[in-house]
């Protein structure tokens, strides 16, 4: 089975041929949809991280960033280094020393010494965050004006003018192509996310097509990485007569 990847731009068209192909798409953010949630100077976290890495700049005027993860501190952080103070980070996870953090700094130390450092960042820089907390609604006449958050656990209501509001419910593998090349998916009963079926080796029901990264399911960089290693061994092992077998096993111990 051959595939076919197309390309037009306004001078040319490029039409590529291939008998294997690694589909790595990655995934899209979910925004958070509450009532006024279309209000100009509502965002996803991932747009105010575009603004503050590709552009230097962050807005004018009181932010508040509320999310369900490491972006939301990430993004506070970024913020701090524009010289923009006037912050209020809202966490819906209630964040504890328990024993799956002890395992993520072992297995992941950098990514614990990161989140350690960006939550330094916001105490130095005297960032309020709260912890348990998401967003309920938004609320504005021209543009936002405020939000009332929700605490996860007690139902309380609280009110906080801001604004902008850089909100987010995390991400979801991006799909949509893979399926219209026919490759199997199910719901992620932890997530209940749509997800491609793929096995260890990357490889999936439609042959000579791998699925590297977070469109196979979230899982982060590091895992991306390992995962990319493994379909690019498995798409050369079926362009040749060499087997690579072993070094696959080698990346998945890793």
């Known amino acids: 089975k051959n595939f076919e990847i197309r390309s037009i731009s306004e001078n040319q068209q490029i039409c590529l041929k291939s008998r294997s192909i690694i589909i790595c798409t990655g995934a899209f953010e979910i925004p958070k949809i509450v009532p006024g949630w279309t209000l100009p100077g509502v965002m996803t976290i991932g747009a105010a991280q575009t603004m503050a890495r590709r552009y230097g700049v962050a807005p ?77 609604s938004i609320f504005g006449d021209k543009k936002i004006e405020g939000v009332v958050l929700s605490n996860i656990k007690t ?22 192509l893979l399926r219209l090349l026919g490759v199997k998916v199910k719901i ?35 895992l991306a990485s390992a995962q990319g290693k493994i379909a690019a061994l498995g798409a050369v092992q079926s362009l040749s007569l060499k087997n690579h077998r072993t070094k696959i096993k080698q990346v998945q111990k890793k």
Not at 69 to 78: K, S
Not at 112 to 130: C, D, E, H, I, Q
Not at 168 to 173: I, L, N, Q, T
Not at 193 to 210: A, M
Request: net charge neutral; glycine share 10%.
């Open 60 to 136: 004018r005027g009181k932010i508040l960033i509320a999310g369900n993860g490491p972006l939301g501190l990430q993004l506070a952080h970024e913020f701090i280094q524009l010289d923009h103070k006037e912050i209020v980070l809202a966490e819906k996870a209630d964040v504890r020393i328990d024993v799956s953090l002890i395992k993520a700094a072992f297995f992941s130390p950098s990514l614990v010494f990161n989140g350690a450092r960006y939550r330094w960042s916001t105490l130095k820089s005297r960032v309020p965050v709260m912890y348990g907390w998401e967003v309920a």
């Open 155 to 176: 139902n309380e209501k609280r009110k906080i003018s801001c604004d902008f509001l850089m909100a987010g419910e995390g991400f979801a593998p991006q799909t949509e």
């Open 188 to 222: 992620d009963q932890d997530t209940k996310q749509i997800i491609p079926i793929r096995n260890k080796d990357c490889s999936t029901n439609v042959e000579n097509l791998w699925i590297a990264g977070d469109a196979g399911g979230m899982g982060g960089a590091m």
